[in-house]
């Protein structure tokens, strides 16, 4: 091979220019999304856990097909030249024939099947211990353009785009959309399953210690599809029951002699649209189109994940949502400053 290496240069060329984009190609795929909190290399749970070995198993086994091939391309180019005058006519398979007829069955047919058929059991064996999971808490996403209900049917708690789980439990998570199909997806904990009009999708969601885990919509559903994110916040089970008892509250009454900014932001509140859409417990508010607002104070985010949740946020997404989130539901309200500030100050109270 050296021999025919030195009589054509450009072939050295062609095999190291191969090497190279070969490796460059490997590392960018290896190196890309392996930190950071959604990560599907960064598992949080059994199931992550299974299903980033699967990934790994598939990478390696791509990568051992690549080089086979790589190599075997590279010597066929390099025989190539001087072996192409015809070949006599002659009665029945040569030898050399036969060979080539069983490489390709066994490497077409034969290690393909077996390949093929351990992934799917490999892939068998991860659905069945999620099934296996035992779970006492259910909780019901259902999935807006472009936001997450969270409901807590035994608990009697809805909230938006933030969901609460005990770590180290398994909770049966049931999805639904109240309008085109999403994909619940949050890669340290689980894989992408799909929300579906008319159908009840469910999958048993588990993380093996209290941290927050991003989610994301991964089903193009629109304009802010990309905007449709969610968090995932494992707390440990003093946590989760402290929060529990929280949510269920409603929200604080509000008397005008103890906080008269409160109390006019209140009143701002109950008096404009936003009653149409969004509810809040213990009050008359109790639209159902926007997200629940009873302790709006309490998360984290905005917008579905948009923005930080503070008081300068919240005052821009209630003046016009329109210039953060084109597209969402929700009209710009014609507010004066003073109503706004009051309307944020009693907001800030619904922890
Ligand atoms: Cu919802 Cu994409």
């Not at 590392?27 to 299974?50: E, K, Q, W």
């Not at 066994?106 to 077996?114: C, E, R």
């Not at 999935?143 to 049966?172: K, S």
């Not at 604080?252 to 936003?274: I, N, T």
Request: aromatic share 6%; with cysteine; net charge negative.
């Amino acid at each position: 091979m050296r021999a025919i290496l030195n009589r054509r240069p450009w072939n050295r060329t062609i095999t190291s220019r191969l090497i190279v984009g070969a490796v460059t190609i490997a590392l960018a795929s290896v190196l890309g999304g392996c930190a950071g909190s959604p990560s599907i290399l960064n598992t949080h749970s059994g199931y992550a856990d299974r299903t980033a070995t699967l990934s790994w198993v598939l990478f390696g086994i791509a990568t051992l097909v690549f080089i086979i091939v790589t190599v075997l391309v590279t010597i066929a180019i390099l025989r190539g030249r001087g072996h192409d005058e015809e070949e006599p006519v002659r009665n029945g398979p040569r030898a050399e024939d036969r060979r080539t007829i069983l490489l390709v069955l066994v490497s077409g047919a034969v290690i393909p099947a077996v390949v093929l058929v351990a992934l799917m059991l490999i892939g068998i064996s991860i659905e069945q211990a999620e099934a296996a999971a035992n779970s006492t808490l259910t909780v019901e996403v259902v999935g807006h353009r472009w936001w997450w209900e969270v409901r807590y049917p035994q608990q009697g708690i809805t909230t938006a785009n933030e969901i609460h789980i005990p770590a180290g439990q398994a909770v049966t998570v049931k999805l639904t959309t109240g309008d085109v199909i999403h994909s619940f997806w949050v890669p340290q904990l689980h894989g992408k399953i799909d929300l579906i009009p008319g159908q009840t999708n469910t999958i048993s969601l588990e993380a093996d210690s209290p941290g927050v885990y991003e989610g994301q919509c991964a089903e193009f559903c629109g304009l802010q599809h990309a905007n449709m994110r969610f968090l995932v916040i494992a707390d440990d089970d003093a946590a989760f029951e402290r929060w529990v008892m929280r949510q269920q509250r409603p929200a604080p009454q509000v008397v005008d002699a103890v906080d008269s900014l409160v109390f006019e932001g209140q009143q701002a509140f109950l008096g404009s649209a936003c009653v149409y859409c969004h509810t809040i417990r213990g009050t008359s508010a109790s639209g159902f189109i926007g997200p629940d607002l009873t302790h709006i104070a309490s998360r984290r985010t905005i917008g579905a994940g948009i923005l930080e949740n503070t008081p300068g946020n919240l005052a821009g997404w209630i003046v016009n949502s329109q210039a953060l989130k084109p597209g969402n539901l929700m009209p710009p309200m014609n507010l004066d400053a003073s109503q706004v500030q009051a309307i944020i100050a009693y907001l800030e109270t619904l922890e």
